[in-house]
């Protein structure tokens, strides 16, 4: 019986070692692996964006002052933006309008005697800087709003415009130092008298 005991646990070794053979890893299953739990928070929804024009202009250090209509600077800087990523070609010939109250803008006239090329000049990938002498151009102008435009393209054709806003402001102190001087310089009753 003893034999019969030992031969019975023999054959349940070997049985249960060819099972084990037959599955990876040993004798019991493995169980699946747990689904993996996101800990980052849900991405946003993406916003519609505008794109960007091809081409714009810069027009830093806003609002810029000017005194008697004349810019206290000598020239208005611009900076060209090509946003093609590929040279293009610009005509350098300024544009200018005025928005007024309704916010419709209305083409300021160049001054007389002022003439331009008309030949196309090279704006590279990267844009260019440039200025503008606006007291020559269009003269003195008055406090408000503007906006500055060149015709830009990918070829000498430059059908497509490149628009830049600035606004132009005597500031409140020259303001102030403009009237006290006209008052000064009109007459006063003792003046007339004499």
Same mark, same amino acid.
């Given at each position: ?8 646990? @023999?054959?349940?070794?070997? %049985?249960?070692?060819?099972? @084990?053979?037959?599955? $990876? %890893?040993?004798?019991?299953? *493995? ?16 916003? @519609?964006?505008? $794109? ?16 008697? %209509? ?32 309704? %916010? ?12 331009? +090329?008309?030949?196309? !000049?090279?704006? $590279? ?43 132009? +402001? ?6 102030? !130092?403009?009237?006290?001087? *006209? *008052? ?5 009753? @003792?003046?007339?008298?004499?």
């Amino acid at each position: 019986m003893k034999k019969m005991l030992v031969l019975l646990a @023999a054959l349940l070794c070997l %049985g249960c070692s060819a099972c @084990a053979q037959e599955r $990876p %890893g040993g004798g019991e299953p *493995e169980p699946p692996p747990p689904a993996p739990v996101s800990t980052s928070l849900p991405e946003p929804e993406e916003e @519609a964006l505008t $794109p960007e024009t091809d081409y714009a202009l810069y027009i830093p250090d806003q609002p810029i002052p000017i005194v008697q %209509g004349c810019l206290t600077a000598d020239r208005l800087p611009v900076r060209f933006i090509n946003n093609t990523g590929e040279d293009g070609y610009v005509l350098d010939i300024p544009h200018l309008e005025r928005r007024d109250d309704a %916010g419709v803008w209305t083409e300021v006239p160049w001054e007389e005697n002022v003439g331009f +090329c008309g030949t196309p !000049s090279s704006l $590279p990938a990267d844009g260019r800087e440039w200025s503008e002498d606006l007291l020559y151009l269009w003269g003195p102008l008055e406090d408000g709003v503007y906006r500055l435009y060149y015709q830009v393209g990918p070829d000498a054709r430059t059908e497509d415009r490149a628009y830049g806003e600035f606004t132009l +402001c005597t500031p409140e102190d020259k303001q102030r !130092s403009l009237s006290l001087t *006209e *008052e000064d310089r009109s007459p006063t009753p @003792a003046m007339l008298r004499q």
